[in-house]
């Protein structure tokens, strides 16, 4: 089964850190590049971080640059974004993606005192 599997989002306080993860199956991870999306309530769906397929390359959002990390462990299968120095401006529903059309369920991040 084909599918992405998110977790390690939750409540932080701002200043605070989190690490997402998002677990694959069904296709050859090591071979596609991925991204993380995050949405927040009432605005659009929104590119916080890309990877490429060797991990060599990563880009980011302007407004996550020098706070975010993105990664990668092929051997487990597994995207990673670690999420550093939070504001309550992060607080989003968080998705990895596979280009073109193969989301995960989402895992939330509050950030909030």
């Known amino acids: 089964q084909v599918q992405l599997v998110e977790s390690g989002g939750g409540l932080v306080q701002p200043g605070g850190s989190l690490t997402l993860s998002c677990v694959v199956s069904?296709?050859?991870?090591?071979?596609?590049?991925m991204r993380w999306y995050r949405q927040a309530p009432g605005k659009e769906r929104e590119l916080v971080a890309f990877?490429?397929?060797?991990?060599?390359?990563?880009t980011y959002a302007d407004f996550v640059k020098g706070r975010f990390k993105i990664s990668r462990v092929d051997a487990n299968n597994t995207l990673y974004l670690l999420m550093n120095n939070l504001t309550p401006e992060d607080t989003a529903r968080y998705y990895c993606?596979?280009?073109?059309?193969?989301w995960g369920q989402g895992t939330q991040v509050t950030v909030s005192s």
């Open positions: 993606h596979r280009w073109p059309d193969l």
């Open positions: 069904g296709f050859i991870f090591s071979m596609n590049p």
């Open positions: 990877i490429s397929a060797t991990g060599g390359t990563a």
